[in-house]
């Protein structure tokens, strides 16, 4: 298996070439030259399998360089139920993602598909966990040593830390914005005393830590000096390691593959639902991906219009489903280069209109830059949107009606779920984190704190360790710089 860039690169690096790194060369992301495809006995064999047999079958597609036995026993060695322990009550965590029925009636079936049972008790575990053994897995392999810089919103930093906490010859400096996360996941970043980890408070937005770090991966030169990687969703490995979840979601709510289910996915930064479209080109049955955005809804105002505006920092909103106020979507471009029958001279100049004029248009309009919009439907998206009202009654709404509760990410993907469920066709919303990690709008809610799991009940009182940045690319790189000892 060999990967292109978006925007062209002449390179068609192996899957272990692009692990280590971020984006290409070019500034483009990384996509398989051509995506496998998974046959009609592939799957009927896979519904029997473990989740971490059924990581290894997707995987191997992809890591065609790591060697079979190798690649087995990295995932047999992520895809624990002592790693993903953390799950509500009555839920098997053998089975890694166990479905909920929330609803079933009038033909009509809405399932929830818990992802939030790892250490950190947010879905990028699923992805971080692996990750992290894959690239001690490589860097041992090379006897070599990797600086992790990344950026987060709140979930993706504390999967990152704990996953690579104590890794041999890797160190993480995850870039956050400043007083914009939830207490609980401030705490879970902040607390963690490894000498490997390094957490620096930008005083900014989520795009502005973005920004950095993409600043820094297009910094050849320093990128090598520095030896630098990155864990952010641009990083190709994390997001084929989500194509699993669909795979397995799609397998445990249907029993045969002539049905198709949809998947509602609260999104900001479009990796969570870019695997989902991996997975549909693979050949998986899937009917819709349905983009669940907040008052940030730069994703849904293009599913809608087919025009892509990202907005500045002074008007990226600060909600309370903190992990989605992103305003620059940064696996997007991997989307569009799909939609544009992987023309990369387009996506370039598109790309290169985003940092210069703020975004492009589609629709095929006077003064546009193309006509590809009506072609969106062919990929199965569909969107929709969810406020801070939504947020609250729809927990209120799943605490009454469904008997749990739910953070207010996963309340943003019920709410838009359920806008877009269809007869006969079962309808997965993938869940994105506990309750607890949004504590203070679980109590404006429910007049209630969120249950707890063991071993989190007073993460906010532990000492914390950070330094607080500057949104200053050059100021970050000298601070890097000082700590990697290279």
């Known amino acids: 298996m060999q990967y292109v860039s978006t925007r062209g690169h002449s390179a068609t690096p192996s899957f272990s070439e692009i692990l280590l790194g971020g984006l290409a060369p070019d500034g ?20 029997k399998l473990s989740y971490a047999d059924l990581a290894y079958e997707v995987l191997k597609k992809f890591a065609t ?93 504390s999967a990152a830390e704990y996953a690579m906490r104590g890794k041999k010859g890797i160190r993480v400096f995850m870039l956050s914005p400043h007083k914009k996360m939830s207490a609980f996941q401030t705490a879970q970043m902040f607390s963690l005393q490894d000498p490997n980890i390094f957490n620096l408070a930008v005083e900014g937005v989520f795009d502005d830590c973005q920004d950095i770090v993409k600043a820094i991966s ?26 699993v979840y669909y795979f397995r979601g799609y397998l445990s709510a249907t029993t045969s593959n002539e049905q198709k289910v949809s998947f509602t996915v609260p999104s900001g930064n479009f990796g969570n639902i870019c695997a989902g479209h991996i997975a549909r080109m693979m050949g998986l049955p899937i009917d819709k991906l349905v983009v ?16 892509y505006r990202v907005r500045k920092s002074a008007e990226t909103y600060h909600t309370s489903s903190p ?16 939609l544009l029958g992987r023309d990369s001279a387009r996506v370039k100049a598109l790309f290169h209109k985003v940092e210069t004029a703020g975004g492009f248009d589609l629709t095929g309009a006077a003064g546009s830059d193309g006509n590809e919009f009506a072609s969106v439907i062919r990929y199965g998206f569909a969107s929709g949107k969810s406020t801070h009202a939504d947020r609250l009654d729809t927990i209120r709404f799943a605490e009454k009606t469904y008997g749990i509760t739910v953070d207010t990410h996963t309340a943003d993907g019920i709410k838009v779920a359920r806008e877009n469920l269809a007869e006969g066709v079962t309808m997965i919303v993938l869940e994105t984190a506990l309750p607890a990690k949004f504590n203070e709008t679980i109590r404006e809610a429910l007049g209630r704190d969120a249950e707890r799991p063991a071993g989190f009940e007073n993460i906010e009182a532990l000492p914390q360790r950070f330094e607080v940045m500057p949104a200053d690319a050059a100021k970050v790189k000298t601070f890097v710089a000082g700590h990697t000892g290279l």
Not at 85 to 109: M, V, W
Not at 236 to 241: C, G, H, I, P, Q
């Open 292 to 307: 669940a955005t907040n008052e940030n809804d730069v994703l849904d105002e293009f599913f809608r219009t087919g025009i």
């Open 218 to 243: 297009n910094d050849l030169d320093y990128k090598v000096t520095q030896k630098i990687g990155t864990v952010n969703s641009i990083n190709w490995a994390r997001v084929v390691a989500q194509v």
């Open 65 to 157: 360089d790591i060697p079979d036995a190798d690649l087995k026993a990295l995932t047999h060695k992520t895809y624990t139920a002592d790693v993903y322990r953390n799950t509500r009550a009555g839920e098997d965590a053998s089975q890694i993602t166990p479905l909920r029925t929330l609803e079933d009636k009038d033909g009509k079936k809405l399932v929830l598909q818990g992802l939030s049972n790892g250490p950190t008790l947010a879905f990028k575990d699923m992805a971080m966990q692996l990750l992290g053994n894959l690239f001690e897995y490589a860097l041992a392999k090379k006897n070599a040593e990797l600086n992790i810089v990344g950026a987060t919103s709140g979930d993706t930093g």
């Open 28 to 47: 483009g992301l990384y996509l398989p030259a051509d995506y496998p495809q998974v046959t009609g006995t592939e799957l009927d064999q896979w519904r």
């Open 323 to 338: 992990s989605m106020d992103i305003s620059k979507a940064s696996n997007f471009e991997r989307f569009i280069y799909d």
